[in-house]
């Protein structure tokens, strides 16, 4: 069955970084696009970022561009999300999605918390 399963998650100070990661089973990575979502409490989940099959197409939602990378690599079925210069507004629960055949599929979560 699918399966996704973030780490990376942790407590940072402003400014600071931290890379997700998001490795997956059950279907042909390399077919799929994959996205990073993230929920703050009492807050709707929101898109941060989607990376195409090959890697070659990245976006980004508008509070993170510039700060977060996505990428994948598919020979270890892993999707990664770098963030840089975080700010307090990043504290949520991050997780790693994948749309096949008209579901979607969740991870966990990993929960990023970021204060000083």
């Known amino acids: 069955q699918v399966q996704l399963v973030e780490s990376g998650g942790g407590l940072v100070q402003p400014g600071g970084s931290l890379r997700l990661s998001c490795v997956v089973s059950g279907f042909t990575f390399s077919s799929y696009a994959m996205r990073w979502y993230r929920q703050a409490p009492g807050k709707e989940r929101e898109l941060v970022a989607r990376i195409s099959t090959t890697g070659g197409s990245t976006n980004y939602g508008a509070s993170v561009k510039g700060r977060f990378t996505i990428s994948r690599d598919n020979a270890k079925n892993t999707v990664y999300l770098q963030m840089n210069s975080l700010k307090s507004e990043d504290t949520a629960v991050y997780y790693c999605?994948?749309?096949?055949?008209?579901?979607?599929?969740w991870g966990q979560g990993t929960q990023v918390t970021v204060s000083s």
């Open positions: 999605n994948v749309f096949i055949y008209g579901k979607n599929y």
